[in-house]
Every structure is written in structure tokens, then in C-alpha cells.
């Protein structure tokens, strides 16, 4: 099923019960057949921040919200430290082939340890048992609301949080805050994505927005990260150039992000909220059956 809400006959909730096991079964699916020698973990966290995206949508009218959501995080915790060294071996790849830093940027990676080309079998199947046991409750999930107004407050609600941390993130632009308003984003990113079927031309525009904000944002995490391996083996000269290197990109990033960011969460959140509602609502009525 694609991530997407369609033009069928199907409730909302039913639209997000069944959006959520299909998320939940890929995962435990490849996590279950995932060969030795492969690394599927980007694929599997993927499936979990899919999900953990559309759960943000329904959360005003989710009574098990905290729960599920508590649940699929700890489920991408057991995994997530395993691609921590693949990112940093990635990020250092910016600084190769740069005279200024390619001998720090080389020495500081064979000094960190190897990518994961095959994470714990333990990690994987203890993965998949979690993500199977939310799965098995999916069915049940019970919501407060339906149509649009099963969507329009988690919506709402989520842009007033990405304006709030983009603001503090302006204001004290730390690794931290600048990873919180991330996540946000992300949410947004998927709430568009799911949402593109009402209006496909004008949502494109605002989905594409929202996915290079986070990456840019995520990249950023990236060199946070490789900024906190700094010495290392690294001389007092490496680091610093080094050092200075990533502090140019991180501040490049920084511009980037915030201007996206000023047009994207521009509008006040329940205005945007109502101009998708009535986009909602004019396509489920040209695609209701005749």
C-alpha cells in the first residue's frame, strides 16, 4: 500500500490502520529475511519514522498515542547505534580530496571503527519482535475523531511545534535544537507526502521544501556528530583545520535551513490547516463513486 491516503471508500481511521500495518509488516518482514552479509538497517528505521510520522497526524485523537509511539522509538533505539559509525566514515567523505583536510579527514577514519556491513542478528530479530508486537495491536487502535478532524489537529498541532523549535533553534542554534526541529520537520514532511493526493501540483512543491530541510538539517546532525570525534588522532593543526572545515559547512547549512524554513512554516498553522481541509474535501468529493 502506498504511503499515501487514496480515493476509495475506506474511513480515515481504516486509511491509517492499515497505512500503519503495512509500514509495521515491511519491517519485520525485512528484518526477518535480512541476509548476513547485507545491511538493511536504513530501510528498517525508515518503515519506523514512516510510521511514527503518521501517528503524529492522528495524536489529538489517539488516546494510545504516547504508548505506540514510546514503543516504535525504542524499537529504532536497538538498531540505531548501529549505523552511527557508517555515518561518521560518510560524513568524513565531505572532507576527502579537499587539500586542506583530506590527511585529517583519512587519518581520523581509519582511527574510527569499521562501517557495520552486517549489524547483530540479535539486533535485527529483537527488532522485528518488537515491531511485531505493535503491529499485532494495530487493529485495535481506537480515535476520537474522524474524516478531516482526525487529521487536522495533529497537523495543526505539529506545525505549531516546528515553529516553536525553529524559533528557539534560530535563537541558540545548538546541535540539539537544531536535531529537535528536525524531527519536526520530518513529521511534515510525511503529514505532505501522505497528504499529496488533494492538490499533487501544489503539494509536491511543499513536500519537496519540506525533504530538503531536513536533510539539510540532517546533515548538519552529521557533522555535529563527526565535530564531537574531534582530536582523535588527530595533531592540533588536523583538528583545527579540520575543526574550522566542518564549522564552514554546518554554518552554511544553518543559512540554508533557516531560509527554507521562514517560507515553509510561514503561514499560521490552523490557516494552512483549513486551506488543506477544504483541498481534502473538494478531492474526496471528485473522487467519491457515482
Known sequence: MAFVFTPDTHTVSDTIRALACTELTLAAKRARNAK?????????????????????????????????????REAAAGISNLRDAEVLHVTLGFFMGDPATDTAARKLSRALPASVTAPDPEAIIQFAEQVEAIQSRVKSWEFEAEGWDLLSQGLTRTLHQAQRRMKVARKHPTAENLHAWRSRVKHHWYHTRLLTPIWPEMMAAQASAADTLGEALGLHHDLCALEAALPGPLTEAEAAALGAAITARKDI??????????????????????????????????????
Open 253 to 290: 547549512l544553518e543559512l540554508q535551513s533557516f531560509a527554507i524554513g521562514a517560507r515553509l512554516f510561514a503561514d499560521p498553522p490552523e490557516a494552512l490547516a483549513a486551506r488543506w481541509g477544504k483541498w481534502y474535501k473538494l478531492w474526496r468529493r471528485e473522487t467519491a463513486p457515482r
Open 36 to 72: 548476513p552479509n547485507s545491511s538493511p538497517l536504513h530501510r528498517l528505521r525508515k518503515h519506523i519514522k514512516k510510521t511514527r510520522g503518521l501517528l503524529r497526524l492522528t495524536a489529538p485523537a489517539f488516546s494510545d498515542f504516547d504508548i505506540e509511539n514510546k514503543a516504535l
